[in-house]
């Protein structure tokens, strides 16, 4: 995978209580991120939380059928996998990081090629100077077109 974009909840607990929203997308390997309605930057630090390739730790026995399902006008199948994609959980400021939840749907055409893959995810870990653990909330959409074809892709600025 070349590209991928997720879009990731904050919510603290503690003290403060609110929600923080952010975007991330990673093109060719260079990072950007908007916070809210802002502009994109370009992230020098970023650390991957999200697996980037979706595929590379999944195994054929970890998917399950789970029948016709339909993605914008089109039949597909949906496949479902339960287990946790990504390799260690690390982000940098982050200590104690643990997996919450994590669920993974693949859509797939008729002759089996993806379409769009959904990962959603939950984590609590802690930050430096609080007690109490931050909860991040991971909404990360995979779509692919033109699968096995050279692509062209455009960094959001």
Known sequence: ????????????????????LKRDC??????????????????????????????SLLEPSDVTYLGEAERDGHRVHELAVAKWLGGELEAEGLSRIELLGSEFAMFV?????????????????????????????????YRFSDV??????RAPF
Do not use: M
């Open 1 to 20: 995978l070349r590209a991928a974009s997720s879009r990731t909840a904050c919510v603290f607990e503690g003290p403060t209580f609110g929600v923080w």
């Open 26 to 55: 990673v093109v060719d390997g260079v990072a950007y991120g908007k916070q809210g309605v802002g502009d994109w930057t370009v992230l020098p630090d970023f650390t991957q939380t999200q697996p980037l390739n979706p595929f």
């Open 109 to 141: 055409s008729t002759r089996g090629i993806p379409v769009e893959a959904i990962l959603d995810f939950s984590i609590s870990a802690y930050a430096a100077g609080f007690a109490r653990p931050f909860r991040f909330d991971y909404h990360v959409v």
């Open 148 to 153: 096995g074809k050279p692509i062209q892709i």
